[in-house]
């Protein structure tokens, strides 16, 4: 076996193994039949994980969702110099991703916001105007708890969801009716009154 082809057999067995051995300590033919379960077994987890990201209608299982595919794609590409993957590569599928964030974001916050609505209004097309806060504040606050991942294009939506709730944005202060007290009558001097705002397929990698 060329002196090359071994060496990165071992680098590829400490991958797989999580090991630090300086030798090869397994045989090639187990090397590669643990390389494949290896691969199988994240793959198989990726896709299911995308069809999950493609339907939750919660923030919170879509972060826990799309990080797992994250770190798994990450472990796939580790692998790449050692195996021959089908088109696409992981480090390829995992720019694909990235590049579709947005729209994966924007698709769950529709959906979670569709299913508030749907719950509060039995009709959706006789929405009323008003949304009570103490009904759907927790969603919006739920939405909000992870911001600091969203770009400004999600949170403009979630701004305007937010204002159909509670009258102002997000960073907005409510607006206020404030009202002087009249001060002592003193002859004909009075105080004035015044007044003070869908969905596409999961993508899928092959092995």
């Known amino acids: 076996m060329a002196k090359e082809e071994k060496l990165k057999q071992i680098e590829l067995q400490n991958i797989i193994f999580d090991?630090?051995?300086?030798?090869?300590?397994v045989s090639p033919q187990f090397l590669n039949d643990m390389t494949k379960h290896?691969?199988?077994?994240?793959?198989?987890?990726?896709?299911?994980?995308m069809n999950y990201i493609t339907v939750t209608k919660s923030p919170k299982n879509f972060f826990t969702y799309y990080n797992s595919v994250m770190k798994d794609l990450d472990e796939l590409i580790s692998i790449e110099p050692y195996y021959s993957f089908k088109a696409p590569l992981p480090s390829e599928f995992k720019k694909s991703i990235e590049s579709k964030t947005d729209r994966y974001t924007e698709a769950?916050?529709?959906?979670?916001?569709k299913e508030i609505n749907q719950k509060v209004f039995?009709?959706?097309?006789?929405?009323s105007d008003e949304r009570p806060p103490e009904v759907f504040g927790p969603v919006l606050?739920?939405?909000?708890?992870?911001?600091?991942?969203?770009?400004?294009?999600?949170?403009?939506?979630?701004?305007k969801f937010y204002k159909s709730v509670y009258g102002h944005g997000i960073n907005e202060k409510p607006e206020t009716d404030i009202q002087e007290e009249a001060a002592p009558d003193s002859?004909?001097?009075s105080a004035d009154e015044d007044t003070e705002p869908s969905l596409e397929e999961p993508e899928q990698i092959e092995e």
């Open 19 to 25: 090991t630090q051995e300086r030798k090869l300590m």
């Open 38 to 49: 290896y691969v199988s077994k994240r793959m198989k987890n990726i896709n299911n994980l």
């Open 108 to 113: 769950m916050i529709n959906r979670s916001w």
């Open 122 to 127: 039995q009709n959706p097309k006789n929405q």
């Open 141 to 159: 606050d739920e939405m909000l708890e992870y911001k600091d991942k969203y770009t400004s294009a999600v949170l403009e939506l979630i701004d």
């Open 187 to 189: 002859g004909n001097a």
